[in-house]
T-cell receptor
């Protein structure tokens, strides 16, 4: 069974430029998560989807971040414009639709460097 | 808001020694999960606990959920170099949050 797929693995951009990350969750997993992980810290939830619906986006900086999950499968996370402080690893995870997050499967992440 | 704190932040042990990391919350948790993240890798799910006082074992790893469901621990017996990484607790009670993590280094 294929795991969570993310692309690109690495991205270097200049500040004020836009950037987009893509995630393909495990087949059959209705719940999809985007996290940001800064060096030496735990993952911080940005947005959680149940199928196509964003059920928790309270931590998403909506002035510059946007996400979508069309058809309830793949998802993209966009930053426009990027700032220096956005440098981090962006992780996507998926899980079966249960009462709570439970067992999440993480992708390899996209390491973003903003210069 | 809800937070989970982990201690210690770092732990260096000699191979063969035991290791324990603790996850503490000021509020009652409905569930707790533990993840391991190797250096340069992504978090990998280890276990989930939901019952008060629950204890689960995976080979040399023992996981415990406190009676009051406000704390949890992960204990590794006789550490090996393959245990190196950062161990995170996480909970999806009021919000989905990860702890601060404990970085384990094992010296051969």
């Amino acid at each position: 069974e294929a795991g969570v797929v993310q692309s690109p693995r690495y991205k270097i951009i200049e500040k004020k430029q836009p950037v987009a990350f893509w995630c393909n969750p495990i087949s059959g997993h209705n719940t999809l998560y985007w996290y940001r992980q800064n060096l030496g810290q735990g993952p911080e939830l940005l947005i959680r989807y149940e199928n196509e619906e964003a059920v928790d986006d309270s931590q998403l900086p909506k002035d510059r971040f946007s996400a979508e999950r069309l058809k309830g499968v793949d998802s993209t996370l966009k930053i426009q414009p990027a700032e220096l402080g956005d440098s981090a690893v962006y992780l996507c995870a998926s899980s079966l639709n249960t009462a709570f997050a439970g067992e999440q499967y993480f992708g390899p992440g996209t390491r973003l460097t903003v210069t | 808001g809800q937070q989970v704190m982990q201690i210690p932040q770092y732990q260096h042990v000699q191979e063969g020694e035991d290791f324990t990391t603790y996850c503490n919350s000021s509020t009652t948790l409905s569930n707790i999960q533990w993840y391991k993240q190797r250096p340069g890798g992504h978090p990998v799910f280890l276990i989930q606990l939901v019952k008060s006082g629950e204890v689960k074992k995976q080979k040399r790893l023992t996981f415990q959920f406190g009676e009051a469901k406000k704390n949890s621990s992960l204990h590794i017996t006789a550490t090996q170099t393959t245990d190196v990484g950062t161990y995170f607790c996480a909970t999806d009670t009021d919000k989905l949050i990860f702890g601060t993590g404990t970085r384990l280094q094992v010296f051969p």
